[in-house]
């Protein structure tokens, strides 16, 4: 029992005065141990949680049962809104389907297109969540924090997601950006409309993947190869910016 | 010498300690906690309301991304154990999953409204988790401060005031026990350590959010906010127009990116001051509805400016409630 936390009277203590200071020493530990958990996850919270210390993932990792299960660490929760990184622009997933799993796309007419978020307001989470997940895998698939088998599980649920819905076999799951004007337009770059911040070369696609459902009705998923990856085309001109400012 | 030094630490533990338990044991009037229930119950179903729009899409198990999918996912970005159970894991689209949606709404009502108060908190918590941990990657701004409002206002006599418990089982001492089970005993004591914890807790969140902020340039640059605005699919309103301003337009937001991050980092500091306080928690208006304005996040503005209840006195709220029917039994310091 910590000395300072003893029931403050210096009379002669009751009975019950002597229960209530023991009731007072477990609930002050008790509110030690809380508060220390909670301070512990919330300091550890960072943009995708990759500046902890080993010290504070270690700790958040043995908190987890009583933080992660009641949900006092707000891990995935961007409370910053935007660093103003390319990452942070606008979002969403477009998925195109196509009838048949066993042609390829380029054989096939396009049965439909579905965009997540498609619709709903602005002032309401539900249009949010779309923009969330479309985030999560664009941040898994730009160059320096790559990772194919976060980008091609959310493609894959994704994907079969809109098929099983529609009745198709295909898709192409794309994720696309729309980067964001500043604001001096005297910034932007040639080939971007300083009158049109909806215009579509300000759009461009992070991820693009097939999925298609296989014989065993498994759903399979193959990223297409991005535009990084792939060599540049011998032209004689200089190459166009492929971003709207000069600092993005 | 030893002994005096013994003294001095003697009367220093001593101090600490009355410090100590004035803070967290001293009791307190429970009307605060009970308007505040009132408030976070309302938010909680006007959260589920707003969880229904896309119910079959998200939460269904055969939903865009399946239970598997989401453990998955879990184990390639986490570390450790999830501790994340969900019965939502289990409901396809379905009339049953409507049916549980409809019960958690009804939950949260019931909490707002005071009607086994302790019970249908829990209840509330227990559904809120549960749309959390089917998907924590979309969990949105106002899960986790609903979570611990909703577990300290399950700690605190909530329903003592302002309740159909304070009327069904509040002023008959046959009923005591019944009444501490529900929540709706006065039990001034737990009050003030529940008010103290979301007082605290809210504190820390405050300044999570102000740190988290200073990782990114834009909030240095004071540019932040003109990215929000920027972002032509999220943003709930065009205030591009601001750029027309030329210099003073961006000095503008300039002056709302820094204010932002500057009252989150204040704020868990200056509500501790005895002048610090009104003046943070009247800026936390202004703050707030310019954040809303600015993301769109509504319920979760709200839900902060409700939890700034938490920072008032008791004597704010009891202009608008009638005095209950039994005599108060709370000394005057603790109803003060």
């Known amino acids: 029992m910590i000395a300072g936390m003893q029931p403050t009277s210096s009379k002669p203590a009751g009975s019950s005065e002597s229960n209530q200071g023991l009731l007072r020493s477990i609930a002050s530990l008790l509110i030690c141990i809380h508060l220390f958990c909670v301070a512990v996850v919330l300091a550890a919270n960072s943009p995708g949680n990759f500046r902890r210390s080993p010290l504070q993932g270690r700790l958040v990792s043995i908190f987890a049962a009583f933080t992660r299960l009641l949900h006092f660490d707000p891990e995935f929760t961007p409370y910053y809104y935007t660093l103003g990184r390319p990452l942070d622009d606008d979002t969403w997933l477009v998925i195109d389907l196509y009838p048949s799993g066993e042609q390829p796309v380029a054989q096939q007419q396009l049965a439909s297109s579905i965009q997540l978020p498609d619709g709903g307001s602005n002032w309401l989470e539900n249009r949010r969540r779309g923009f969330q997940l479309a985030k999560l895998l664009a941040a898994s698939a730009d160059p320096p924090s790559e990772n194919d088998d976060i980008t091609s599980e959310i493609a894959r649920a994704v994907g079969g997601w809109a098929m099983r819905q529609s009745g198709n076999g295909r898709a192409v799951v794309r994720c696309m950006r729309r980067y964001s004007q500043p604001f001096d337009l005297a910034a932007v770059n040639a080939g971007f409309p300083a009158d049109r911040p909806t215009d579509p070369a300000y759009d461009t696609t992070v991820y693009e993947a097939d999925v298609w459902t296989d014989e065993d009705k498994q759903v399979q998923v193959q990223k297409r190869a991005s535009r990084a990856e792939v060599a540049p085309r011998q032209t004689g001109g200089a190459a166009p910016a492929t971003t709207p400012t000069v600092n993005k | ?336």
């Not at chain 2, 220093?12 to 429970?30: H, T």
């Not at chain 2, 184990?75 to 409809?102: F, K, M, N």
């Not at chain 2, 127009?241 to 030329?246: D, H, L």
Request: charged share 15%; with cysteine; hydrophobic share 55%.
């Open chain 2, 1 to 336: 010498m030893a002994t005096g030094a013994k003294t001095d630490f003697t009367e220093l533990a001593e101090d600490f300690g009355q410090k100590w338990n004035r803070f967290w044991f001293a009791p307190a009037n429970p009307l605060p906690v009970c308007v505040l229930r009132i408030f976070v119950g309302m938010l909680a179903a006007a959260h589920f309301l707003e969880l229904g729009q896309g119910l079959n899409v998200w939460y269904a198990s055969d939903g865009v991304v399946p239970p598997a999918a989401v453990r998955r996912l879990l184990d390639l970005t986490s570390s450790g154990v999830e501790y994340r159970y969900s019965y939502l894991d289990g409901l396809p689209v379905s009339s049953a999953l409507v049916v549980i949606h409809v019960l958690a709404i009804l939950a949260s009502l019931a909490f707002a409204l005071g009607l086994l108060t302790r019970i249908s908190g829990l209840l509330t918590l227990a559904a809120l988790l549960a749309y959390i941990h089917r998907l924590p990657q979309i969990a949105g701004h106002v899960e986790p401060v609903l979570s611990f409002l909703i577990f300290y206002l399950c700690i605190a006599p909530s329903g003592a005031r302002l309740s159909l418990d304070w009327r069904l089982f509040g002023s008959s001492k046959s009923k005591a026990t019944l009444a501490w089970i529900v929540g709706s005993s006065d039990a001034p004591e737990v009050a003030n350590v529940a008010l103290r914890l979301t007082q605290v807790h809210l504190a820390m969140f405050y300044a999570m959010m102000g740190l988290t902020k200073l990782y990114g340039d834009a909030w240095w640059e004071g540019s932040a906010v003109w990215i929000l605005l920027a972002q032509t699919q999220s943003r709930p309103v065009d205030l591009t127009g601001i750029r027309r301003w030329g210099q003073i337009g961006e000095y503008l937001i300039n002056f709302w990116t820094h204010g932002i991050v500057y009252f989150e980092l204040a704020f868990g500091i200056l509500i501790w001051t005895r002048i610090g306080r009104p003046i943070v928690l009247w800026l936390s208006v202004l703050i707030w509805v310019s954040v809303i304005i600015a993301t769109g996040h509504v319920l979760f503005g709200l839900t902060m400016l409700a939890a700034n209840a938490a920072f008032l006195p008791a004597a704010v709220f009891e202009p608008f409630v009638r005095r209950p029917r039994v005599p108060e039994t709370l000394p005057a310091a603790a109803a003060a």
